[in-house]
């Protein structure tokens, strides 16, 4: 998604759908879907890729890999194309010396002067400069306009405009008629592609709390089944299984401690600032860490049911809703947008 058209798209596709309601967030590039439960979940990933979108399922409340690779990469060979582009294009002085100065390098060669050099050498460097911006580094938004050829966003708008500047200043440079708007697709596209980086920088900060939640989880557990210990993953603990909690470990799920004496550090779960003495009989929080002692805890919840579980999925929640004044923004910004 690029841009607020993208989330109404989205939303107004999964509308067509009898029973669907949805609401999409920008900033964690999720939906959440009020739906039929005998609907298949299939079908929604379907009418949102027949929008023109990619979506796969979210299990578990899932990291949704919001990091942008090559983010930066592009900003970076962006501003190497398109600031002097503008720069040459912009000071007018700098025309004369340089279209002098080609003319010179080109005849010590013996190379063919293109046509109109003696007038408009400079924007023929304009358009050589900017050409590796046009079809190289802004292949992304190509890319995803002729893939939503049917299904028009803001990828279209841009690329559209850039290519139709750059068109047409080839034809003004070469025919020596019209104005060149070489610099106007390259700055255009610079601006997107810097939008672009910061909106990734930004999408990162808004997630970084569901990723420090998803981070406290342990991954594997050590219990206690048939008086042998078995290291098993998280994910088959079942209420009722005995597990141990070394010092320094966290607690792998809710439970209630039936054996040994430690104290627990619960800040990064309740906000305590002081450690929680336990005992037999004693509720632990999954997540927690043990301080000192080795305990044993009997789970009373697993999976969804857990307290993390549960805060995660508030915040997935909170993340994932509107406020009344961001539909209606968003609602009015369909009206500019594809």
Not at 101 to 114: D, G, Q, T
Request: hydrophobic residues 45%; glycine residues 6%; charged residues 15%.
């Amino acid at each position: 998604m690029t841009c607020s058209s993208c989330v109404n798209s989205i939303e107004r596709a999964l509308g067509e759908i009898p029973g669907v309601s949805a609401s999409v967030n920008f900033a964690s590039e999720t939906v959440h879907v009020l739906a039929p439960s005998e609907l298949n979940a299939d079908i929604l990933v379907k009418k949102i890729k027949s929008a023109g979108y990619e979506a796969t399922l979210l299990e578990n409340h899932a990291d949704p890999a919001l990091h942008r690779k090559g983010a930066s990469r592009a900003l970076f060979f962006a501003a190497i194309f398109a600031i002097p582009s503008v720069v040459i294009s912009m000071v007018m002085d700098w025309h004369q010396p340089i279209n002098d100065w080609l003319i010179s390098l080109f005849n010590s060669y013996s190379i063919p002067l293109p046509p109109h050099a003696e007038h408009n050498f400079a924007s023929w460097l304009v358009l050589a400069i900017t050409t590796p911006l046009i079809l190289f580094v802004a292949w992304p938004i190509h890319r995803a306009a002729i893939k939503n050829i049917f299904h028009p966003t803001m990828d279209t708008l841009v690329s559209l405009g850039a290519i139709s500047a750059y068109t047409w200043s080839i034809y003004a440079t070469y025919s020596g008629e019209g104005d060149v708007y070489t610099e106007v697709a390259a700055g255009v596209l610079f601006f997107v592609i810097l939008g672009r980086y910061l909106e990734s920088r930004a999408k990162k900060s808004a997630s970084s709390a569901l990723s420090t939640l998803l981070a406290l989880g342990e991954k594997e557990v050590t219990v206690i089944r048939a008086g042998i210990e078995t290291l098993i993953p998280v994910t088959e603990l079942n209420i009722g299984d005995e597990f141990i909690v070394k010092p320094g470990a966290r607690i792998a799920t809710d439970g209630i401690v039936i054996s040994g004496q430690s104290s627990v550090n619960n800040s990064m779960i309740t906000g305590e600032s002081t450690p929680v003495d336990v005992a037999p009989g004693s509720l632990v929080i999954g997540s927690a860490m043990n301080n000192n002692g080795r305990i044993i805890v009997r789970a009373t919840r697993v999976g969804s049911d857990t307290e993390l579980a549960r805060i995660t999925a508030m915040v997935v929640s909170a993340q994932g809703s509107k406020t009344p004044i961001q539909a209606k923004a968003d609602k009015i910004a369909a009206y500019f947008v594809p």
